[in-house]
């Protein structure tokens, strides 16, 4: 299994809160995404980064911000909560953009009430 | 607008039968597709790919079959298992920064 950890893998929060969601990888791919999973909606990208400082917004990036500050570490920031971000968010790793494939983290659950 | 289609949401096969999954895309830049697998509260996992240069790639019971010029590719998988019960993903990208554009996904359910 590729090395990708997302933490918290659950998280409940208020309207309104800041919320951090963590994906790490230990496998030094240049290459890390953030999507999320809705029913009848599949798999939408929120942003992704092509590198150290190199981020770009992807089909949903909305009330999203992400940061990457070292390879390893892909920060997904929700700066004001709302309702309709609560959703599965799913962490994934690429090593190069031709031909490969990328690699999921196993998801945060998080629910904004 | 949707990029990648995949048009069935729900599939139900008996097991030891063909599993057909299909999946339409519309930007004539992709050149490399892929089908993924997820299982509930798990990640999708990476099934098998196809670059644009080919038109088939197998992997055991596994295969993807490409038609550029209709713009549509099928995942079959035989014999269906019940273990291969899942939400299927069809994915593609081209080369370049651009990230895996997804398609809403098709649940297969194999019958036992």
């Known amino acids: 299994d590729a090395g990708i950890t997302q933490s918290p893998r659950h998280k409940v929060t208020e309207t309104g809160t800041p919320v951090t969601l963590r994906c790490h990888q230990t496998e030094n791919h240049r290459y890390m995404y953030w999507y999320r999973q809705d029913p009848g909606h599949g798999l939408r990208l929120i942003h992704y980064?092509?590198?150290?400082?190199?981020?770009d917004k992807g089909e949903v990036s909305d009330g999203y911000s992400v940061s990457r500050s070292k390879t390893e570490d892909f920060l997904l920031t929700l700066e004001s909560a709302t309702s309709s971000q609560t959703s599965v968010y799913f962490c994934a790793i690429r090593d190069r953009v031709r031909n490969t494939e990328a690699f999921f983290g196993q998801g945060t659950r998080l629910t904004v009430v | 607008d949707q990029q990648v289609k995949q048009n069935s949401p729900s599939l139900s096969v008996q097991e030891g039968r063909i599993s057909i999954l299909n999946c339409d895309y519309t930007?004539?830049?992709?050149?490399?597709f892929l089908w993924y697998k997820k299982y509930p509260a798990e990640g999708p996992t990476f099934l098998i790919s196809i670059s644009s240069i080919k038109d088939k790639n197998e992997d055991g019971r596994f295969t993807v079959f490409l038609n550029k010029s209709a713009k549509h590719l099928s995942l079959h998988i035989v014999p269906s298992q019940p273990g291969d019960s899942a939400v299927y993903f069809c994915a593609a990208s081209f080369s370049g920064n651009t990230p895996l554009v997804f398609g809403k996904g098709t649940r297969l359910s194999v019958i036992a």
């Open positions: 930007n004539s830049m992709f050149d490399y």
């Open positions: 980064s092509y590198g150290v400082k190199d981020t």
